[in-house]
């Protein structure tokens, strides 16, 4: 049996921050979760918060080189732990987020608080620091527009439809055509899906995501996307990645197969192109069971505890 999701993945990984437009940062990490900022006139907006406040706090030092500006917002784009818990660090004065994400904090944060620290132990640096959820403390159904004051643009949040979750969110400037997608697209990294709605994410969702027309793309994970052709070449390796698990779930269910013939069916299929990407072994167990309980009528995703998450992955890993 492989060691459980990632907790043997404990080396340190090479942090790059990419200046990508002026006043526009990213901060990728050979595939751990992405971060960035976004410069107003006389504010900041940064996105996503990392597992922990110790972990972010990193993150501000290095942006502090290139500005001193407070942190007026912190944009969510959705509410899973390791993108979210490190939030006081900030000190924003407004925490934004999908109206979605914060009923989701609300009905499974305490759960997947644990589920994610007990997968990902490396990312939960100086876990003891983190002083309780997250909570927004500003939502929107649809569109929120910041504007950046000066002749910055403005910052675009928008929800596209069900994807990853019921409440991602991207962020779009709208002066450089950069957007941050969060965990909606992944720059050769593979997706978790967990909470997903695949149907929906690989269809509509998506679809209204390429629709904006990036000419730099931030994903989840991975290394940032330059250009049309790579923005929407990552955008197509998540739906193929997403086609795939469909196709494949569902022909095991119609045949009247298990769960665990569904993963190794799912596995061989995606091994090639995509198994040498991060976390694909830890993701996939996770990934199947949500399709296989999307695809038997399962509406909403179950809610992942640290016990199911042992359970799920003895089952299909072993």
């Keep these: 049996m492989t060691s459980f999701a990632s907790s043997a993945d404990l080396g340190e990984k090479e942090q790059t921050l990419e200046v990508l437009a002026e006043g526009v940062y990213a901060l990728t990490a050979e595939g751990d979760p992405n971060i960035g900022a976004i410069e107003g006139e006389d504010f900041v907006v940064c996105f996503e918060a990392l597992a922990t406040p110790v972990a972010a706090q990193s993150w501000l030092e290095k942006l502090r080189q290139h500005t001193d500006k407070p942190v007026r917002y912190l944009i969510l784009s959705h509410y899973h732990a390791v993108r979210v818990l490190g939030a006081s660090a900030f000190d924003a004065e407004t925490i934004v987020a999908h109206e979605n994400t914060f009923a989701l904090i609300e009905e499974r944060g305490k759960e997947d608080w644990a589920s994610e620290f007990g997968r990902m132990p490396r990312l939960a640096k100086q876990a003891d620091s983190v002083p309780d959820l997250t909570w927004p403390t500003m939502t929107f159904s649809d569109k929120l ?148 309980d999307e695809l038997s009528g399962i509406e909403r995703p179950v809610i992942w505890t640290a016990e199911r998450d042992r359970e799920v992955w003895d089952q299909l890993q072993s």
Aim: net charge negative; hydrophobic share 40%; proline share 1%.
């Design 145 to 292: 527009t910041i504007d950046l004051g000066g002749d910055r643009g403005n910052l675009v949040l928008q929800y596209h439809g069900r994807g990853h979750t019921e409440g991602d969110v991207t962020a779009w400037v709208d002066k450089h055509k950069i957007l941050f997608a969060g965990d909606l697209v992944e720059a050769q990294a593979a997706l978790y899906t967990g909470d997903a709605f695949h149907r929906d994410w690989a269809g509509k969702t998506l679809d209204n995501v390429k629709a904006l027309g990036a000419e730099v793309l931030i994903g989840g994970r991975g290394a940032v996307s330059h250009g049309q052709d790579a923005v929407n070449a990552a955008i197509e390796q998540t739906r193929g990645f997403l086609a795939v698990m469909i196709r494949e779930v569902g022909a095991v269910q119609q045949r009247g197969g298990t769960l665990k013939q569904a993963f190794e069916a799912t596995h061989e299929a995606l091994h090639e192109q995509y198994g040498h990407w991060p976390i694909f072994e830890h993701c996939l167990p996770f990934d199947v069971s949500r399709v296989w």
